[in-house]
């Protein structure tokens, strides 16, 4: 299967064998017309760095084209901002309280039901690519390729449906989506209809770009933030203490790719910082000779600026040396991404499937991009909070809509499966899409959204907490080592600079918003005993 990955000739012969085969199969009378779904989920990807919804940083043409034809939700989230549980979430349709899956060390509970199964079970043909970060192999899924746990951009390896793992030549982006397309063209059976989830590495960091974007994005400058010199004033404990600075918590090597050596050469430059050398070395070395001198072309340039300014810049200069190789990296490995979603929104096209086909384009959670001085992400603050969410689907949504209702990760599942006439079980916590797909929105009710985040202490430190979140307001309690609530007012504060939770002027939203959160909890099925429980179950990492 792997044979073909890096033959694109080939691949393009087989499309158009493909389009033949195809066409016949839908003139055939037993012909399953239900719809097809290709689930795309990148992993880190900030709404910011998607044209559709911002400009300022990069242009997205291929991802935009869902969003052009289909739909762009303005006001999509998730529900506990962290990868493994996000996807615990999609797969299940419940809270991480009830699914268990609160963080990424947690096992999954693989005995619960998730969505591919019950497509599966329904006579759909299944299949995923990419990362899960599971620890464990998908259910209810036909044919799959997955990463080991966070996985790599060079040379990766991945474990197959055998239980064996093997390397790859290439680099992750290109390798999942040649494996996607290699699937669609190889092993997708015409007669049926398919669930395809197609779940990029990328952006995650450490950011490393296939090396012509590397050399590409290297050369650009980034517009600065306003909050990137955020000094947290005006809100409680979490922002101050949470371990995710560009300039105090990024590493030199892993993250800025400054070579070991050339903090060996600089020596006590940053005596504060702590790195360890094999932090650079675990990907750098995973390249064959030819890799490496198409990376070196450009980390060379990197390092020789480095030794040449950094000991004369100010703590300001700094910090913006660091968010421009950060942006630089970052957005040279979204370009990838939207690279290939054009392939394989061309193969649709060219095979004849695109208008059976719902494409959906999303990430496992938002990120901050230098918004508050920041990288990733975890907190209910606006851009870790959000997440990206276009939808195609053509002749039931029409082109160019824009969705502002507060939907969720929590959703997808009993989305996907009413989209493909399917039950969902009953003890599913998200709201069916359909309403807003069709643009009925008389039958949608919902008017907030309820957010956990458990994973404290840990990397990155963000303190434990649960939170409201309607259009107009947020209101957060974090809670273990501190009892701290915020409020803010999403529409005169959207960069969220101002707890109001002692402002008298709040204090009616305040009581209201606290009795809908307690509701929600209720609704929801979560409490001071489950919060105590897993706080309890719980063991230290760091
Ligand atoms: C790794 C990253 C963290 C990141 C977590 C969780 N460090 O530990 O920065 O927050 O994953 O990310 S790294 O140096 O190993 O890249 S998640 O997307 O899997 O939740
Ligand atoms: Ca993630």
Not at 104 to 109: A, C, S
Not at 213 to 239: C, H, M, Q, V, W
Request: charged residues 25%; contains cysteine.
């Amino acid at each position: 299967m792997l044979k073909n990955c890096f033959k694109p000739n080939v691949l393009t012969m087989l499309v158009s064998l493909a389009t033949v085969l195809v066409g016949n199969a839908q003139k055939s009378p037993t012909k399953d017309t239900r719809p097809n779904i290709i689930f795309i989920m990148s992993d880190d990807h900030a709404y910011q760095a998607i044209g559709s919804y911002d400009t300022t940083l990069l242009r997205t043409p291929h991802i935009d084209r869902i969003a052009k034809e289909g739909m762009i939700f303005t006001n999509a989230s998730v529900t506990n901002s962290i990868c493994a549980p996000s996807r615990a979430v999609i797969l299940t349709g419940k809270h991480s309280h009830i699914n268990g899956k609160i963080d990424n060390r947690t096992p999954f509970d693989t005995t619960q039901t998730t969505f591919p199964q019950l497509f599966k079970k329904a006579g759909y043909q299944t299949a995923l690519f990419g990362k899960l970060h599971f620890g464990n192999s998908p259910k209810g899924i036909d044919e799959f390729m997955i990463l080991p746990g966070q996985g790599y951009y060079l040379n990766p390896d991945f474990i197959t449906k055998k239980g064996d793992t093997v390397q790859v030549k290439g680099y992750a982006t290109d390798i999942i989506t040649d494996m996607t397309l290699n699937w669609l063209e190889n092993d997708r059976q015409r007669d049926k209809p398919f669930m395809l989830m197609y779940l990029h590495k990328a952006p995650h960091r450490p950011w490393w770009p296939r090396a012509d974007k590397f050399k590409e994005f290297y050369n650009k400058k980034f517009p600065i933030p306003e909050t990137l010199f955020d000094a947290y004033e005006n809100r409680g404990s979490a922002a101050k203490t949470a371990e995710m600075n560009i300039l105090y918590h990024m590493l030199y090597g892993h993250d800025s790719k400054v070579k070991p050596e050339t903090w060996d050469v600089m020596k006590a430059i940053e005596p504060k910082v702590q790195e360890r050398r094999d932090r650079f070395y675990d990907d750098y070395d995973r390249m064959d000779n030819e890799q490496k001198i198409a990376y070196d072309a450009v980390l060379n340039r990197i390092n020789e600026d480095f030794r040449r300014n950094w000991p004369n810049m100010t703590q300001r200069q700094k910090m913006e040396w660091k968010y421009q190789r950060y942006m630089q990296d970052y957005l040279g490995s979204v370009s990838s991404v939207d690279d290939n979603v054009g392939r394989v929104l061309t193969y649709l096209d060219d095979s004849g499937i695109a208008e059976n086909t719902i494409v959906v384009y999303t990430s496992d959670q938002g990120f901050y991009l230098g918004e508050h001085g920041w990288f990733d992400k975890r907190f209910v603050y606006e851009e870790s909070f959000k997440t990206p969410l276009l939808i195609r689907w053509p002749n039931v949504i029409g082109p160019g809509t824009t969705e502002d209702e507060m939907v969720q990760n929590l959703d997808f599942a009993q989305t996907f499966l009413a989209a493909a006439g399917i039950g969902a079980p009953a003890d599913m916590q998200g709201e069916n899409l359909m309403p807003l797909l069709e643009g009925e929105k008389e039958n949608w009710t919902r008017e907030a959204v309820y957010y956990h985040y458990y994973e404290y202490p840990s990397v990155h430190m963000v303190k434990r907490h649960y939170a409201i979140v309607t259009k107009k307001y947020k209101l957060i309690h974090f809670y273990y080592d501190v009892d701290e609530w915020e409020l803010y007012d999403r529409i005169n504060d959207p960069k969220e600079l101002k707890n109001r939770y002692d402002d008298p002027d709040y204090a009616e939203v305040i009581a209201q918003l606290k009795e809908e959160l307690l509701a929600l909890r209720v609704q929801y099925g979560d409490s001071e005993e489950l919060d105590q429980k897993y706080i309890e179950a719980y063991t230290l990492d760091r």
